[in-house]
């Protein structure tokens, strides 16, 4: 599986824009980018996950680099609920295909 | 549509007992992993099943053990119980099998081994 970096913490005010990172400079031409977070004391929650081309959902919007060595997790109006721990998750096609997660981002959001 | 739900929410056990814990994964999703949660190891796969076969299994004792029925629903079993199988469990469904697929999560089954 490819390893991933993100960094350990960012911090964002209410409603303004996000950009989380992610490089996966190993990933393989079959892994999908999938993101996920966790809020305290909840279980994981999907968030969205690509391929190649940029995706949208009504969470938010993956932009993923033209050579796929790394994405961005956007959101574009940070709420309080928006406080948890982002992970970003390669997936290989054919592979074991199980979730693993690292050690992700801490975003917390500031009122 | 009702999300992945998970009985029971909460559970003490004795060590040497065994548990059953059930999950009802997303209708119409025909997938469903089970994985347990422990600050100490993060998340960590235990098995998926899908179409009522286990497609995939992780790296735990014979102990652990599943199964999926035909409507998709499913429950993992732990027999002789050990104080190190404290745990959140949590299950997740997705409507096939493959990376190009999410997984949705319940909110988990709270396991205290005393």
């Known amino acids: 599986d490819a390893k991933t970096t993100q960094p350990n913490s960012m911090e964002s005010n209410e409603e303004e824009p996000v950009h989380l990172p992610c490089n996966h400079s190993t990933i393989s031409g079959t892994d999908y980018i999938h993101w996920y977070r966790q809020l305290p004391s909840q279980g994981p929650e999907y968030v969205i996950h690509g391929l190649t081309s940029n995706v949208n959902n009504r969470m938010a919007s993956l932009a993923i680099a033209e050579d796929r060595k790394s994405s961005t997790l956007i959101l574009h109006r940070a709420t309080l609920r928006d406080a948890a721990v982002y992970y970003c998750?390669?997936?290989?096609?054919?592979?074991?295909?199980?979730?693993?997660f690292g050690k992700g981002t801490k975003l917390t959001v500031n009122p | 549509k009702a999300g992945v739900t998970q009985t029971p929410r909460y559970l003490i056990k004795t060590r040497g007992q065994q548990v059953t814990l059930s999950c009802s994964p997303i209708?119409?999703?025909?997938?469903v992993s089970w994985y347990q949660q422990t600050p100490g190891q993060g998340l960590q796969f235990l098995f998926e099943y899908f179409s009522e076969t286990q497609r995939n299994k992780g790296n735990f004792p014979g102990r652990f053990s599943g199964r999926q029925f035909s409507n998709s629903r499913s429950e993992m079993n732990v027999s002789t119980l050990e104080l190190g199988d404290s745990a959140l469990y949590l299950c997740?469904?997705?409507w096939g099998t493959g990376a190009s697929y999410e997984q949705y999560f319940g909110p988990g089954t709270r396991l205290t081994v005393t």
């Open positions: 209708s119409g999703h025909r997938s």
């Open positions: 997740a469904s997705s």
């Open positions: 998750i390669p997936l290989t096609q054919g592979g074991s295909e199980k979730l693993v």
